[in-house]
């Protein structure tokens, strides 16, 4: 019987929002407030429902990354993922993953979050990884986004031009917002 794992990371597996907690990594505590002060009516149009998820995110991306160097962002991400990752786990969802990596499942990290930050960790413990993309132009963050956000119906479509889900006896989903609703009905 073969196995597919999907797993949410953001709050999931993650306990924490890793958005904000790899600007507060590379920015600082301070300038994450100012931050969070200047984009306050987009983020209040987004919790409203007046913009999408991913037009909040791409401002938020843009206000506090646009124009960073990519080496740069590329090695701060690395210096998160093995300092912050490891210590914020959620070990009940951690150790059921494990399990099944033991028995072979092919598991997946499926998240909005951005691979700059996931990549190092997920290799490390042999995880794949599927994540919205950010776009690059001359070694340099845009603030957009190369893909459409890994969220909601997005992280269906992403699977399947990924995976072949019909070569799989069983799929097991771990998610728990309402960006993952989408995909935890692809469990069997």
Known sequence: MKTLVLVDFDKTLYKKDSLIEFTRFYKGTFQLIIGFIALSPILLNWKLGKISNETAKQKFMTYFFKNEPYNLFLEKGKQFSNENIPRNLNKNIWEKI???QEKNADIYIVTASF??????WTEENNLKLITSKLEIANN???GKFKTKNCYGIEKVNRI???INLE????IVVFGNGKGDYEM????K
């Open 160 to 162: 399947k031009e990924k």
């Open 167 to 170: 070569n799989y006896d069983k």
């Open 115 to 120: 691979r700059e930050w996931i990549v190092n």
């Open 98 to 100: 494990q399990n099944l």
């Open 140 to 142: 340099k963050i845009t």
């Open 184 to 187: 935890l009905q692809l469990s």
